[in-house]
Nanobody, 123 residues
Framework: VQLVESGGGSVQAGGSLRLSCAASGYTYSSGCLGWFRQAPGKEREGVASIRTAGRTSYGDSVKGRFTISKDNAKNTLYLQMNSLKPEDTAMYYC??????????????????WGQGTQVTVSS
């Protein structure tokens, strides 16, 4: 499985970005895909997750602002980020789990990781 993120960049507070993650070789029908982020000096946190059947889960800090989605035909995961805040600045990682009962945002549940894409939000 190979995960390649794109779409990061610099934006002013209140702006939007859409991250993409191209997932090649991922064929787990009962798995989860997720987005994590890590800011300098902080632990990596789960931002959003989507199970193969479409159920989603979001961290409290991004609920109502971020939307996770996937295009099965393109094997691509997305994260639409609106109303961005300076505290959203971080490296964002795409991750894939072979199996999950529900959309999870625990790092330990994930088997595969991308290299990350930087998001910087200025005030």
């Amino acid at each position: 499985v190979q995960l390649v993120e794109s779409g990061g960049g610099s934006v002013q507070a209140g702006g939007s970005l859409r991250l993409s993650c191209a997932a090649s070789g991922y064929t787990y029908s009962s798995g989860c895909l997720g987005w994590f982020r890590q800011a300098p000096g902080k632990e990596r946190e789960g931002v959003a997750s989507i199970r193969t059947a479409g159920r989603t889960s979001y961290g409290d800090s991004v609920k109502g602002r971020f939307t996770i989605s996937k295009d099965n035909a393109k094997n691509t995961l997305y994260l639409q980020m609106n109303s961005l805040k300076p505290e959203d600045t971080a490296m964002y990682y795409c991750a894939a789990a072979r199996f999950c009962w529900a959309p999870v945002r625990r790092e330990a549940e994930y088997n595969y990781w991308g290299q990350g894409t930087q998001v910087t939000v200025s005030s």
